[in-house]
């Protein structure tokens, strides 16, 4: 299963795979990730793939949230 989290104006990115073998559950809105990370991922768990429109994250994303030595 693939999980999109999309902006109200690319809730049809995915559309073209329709028809495969891979579920799409696609949610539409604007979303707090840490929120929905910490809270609504656990209705999730079978999902094999998450993909996310950074348009749709109220957050603001900036260089402070990102590890200062990250694992490589």
Do not use: H, W
């Amino acid at each position: 299963m693939l999980l999109y989290l999309s902006s109200n104006g690319k809730g049809g990115l995915t559309d073209f795979m329709e028809g495969q073998e891979l579920v799409i559950k696609k949610l539409i809105g604007r979303f707090p990730l840490k929120l929905f990370a910490a809270k609504d991922i656990r209705n999730y768990i079978g999902c094999e793939y998450f993909l996310v429109d950074i348009s749709c994250i109220e957050e603001q994303l900036d260089d402070s949230s990102l590890p200062s030595n990250p694992c490589r």
